[in-house]
């Protein structure tokens, strides 16, 4: 089993910065993909960015490119999303999420764990 506690959500204007963090209570996350997803109300989750914890490798919906930057911090086993010019459309809740594999995939099916989500809304 692996737990995952996000953090960092909050209110933040268009064009402002927030920094998501999710910590994992897996000691050993070599295999594990992770990563984040979004839903905004009304809608389906969507996939935001993820990691490779073996090779630190990382994927971006074309939605969050050139704004958004996922990284790892192995020795405290979290996760970080750091959002920059952010837009009101980015407002939604955020969740972390892991695979016991070494790609998350985009779609919520594919995800073994999730956190409980941290709100983030912007705005105009």
């Known amino acids: 089993q692996v737990q995952l506690v996000e953090s960092g959500g909050g209110l933040v204007q268009a064009g402002g910065s927030l920094r998501l963090s999710c910590a994992a209570s897996?000691?050993?996350?070599?295999?594990?993909?992770m990563g984040w997803f979004r839903q905004a109300p009304g809608k389906e989750r969507d996939f935001v960015a993820a990691i490779s914890w073996s090779d630190g490798s990382t994927g971006y919906a074309d939605s969050v490119k050139g704004r958004f930057t996922i990284s790892r911090d192995n020795a405290k086993n979290t996760v970080y999303l750091q959002m920059n010019s952010l837009k009101p459309d980015d407002t939604a809740v955020y969740y972390c999420a892991a695979r016991r594999l070494s790609t998350l995939g985009t779609i919520p099916e594919l995800v073994d764990y999730w956190g409980k989500g941290t709100l983030v809304t912007v705005s105009s």
């Open positions: 897996r000691r050993t996350l070599g295999s594990y993909a």
